[in-house]
């Protein structure tokens, strides 16, 4: 069973930076679609950035320039940095992984902007 524990949520001002951790085991299997969605509150789960095993990116319209997304040297791992954060970031955010035709989901970490 594949499991994706996320870190690194919390509250920060709008304009400060938070970066999101993301691991994925076991580390026997390779994940090769890793990223990041998240979901605010009365509102559909959204794509925020996407990481493949080449290193391809893709982001939301809303946080290109803002965000970045990277992968670790430990095996299935991905990062979210987010800088400038506006109160409308605030979300439940959600580490996703692709493996073996099936999307698996983090618990999510919660991040609040404050205004």
């Known amino acids: 069973q594949v499991r994706l524990v996320e870190s690194g949520g919390g509250l920060v001002q709008a304009g400060g930076s938070l970066r999101l951790s993301c691991v994925g085991s076991?580390?026997?299997?390779?994940?090769?679609?890793m990223g990041w969605y998240r979901q605010a509150p009365g509102k559909e789960r959204e794509l925020v950035a996407g990481?493949?095993?080449?290193?391809?990116?893709k982001f939301a319209n809303s946080v290109k320039g803002r965000f970045t997304i990277s992968r670790g040297n430990a095996k299935n791992t991905v990062y979210l940095q987010m800088n400038r954060l506006k109160p409308e970031d605030t979300a439940v955010y959600y580490c996703?992984?692709?493996?073996?035709?099936?999307?698996?989901w983090g618990k999510g970490t919660l991040v609040t902007v404050s205004s």
């Open positions: 076991p580390s026997i299997i390779s994940i090769n679609d």
């Open positions: 990481i493949n095993s080449d290193g391809t990116t």
């Open positions: 996703n992984g692709k493996w073996a035709r099936t999307d698996y």
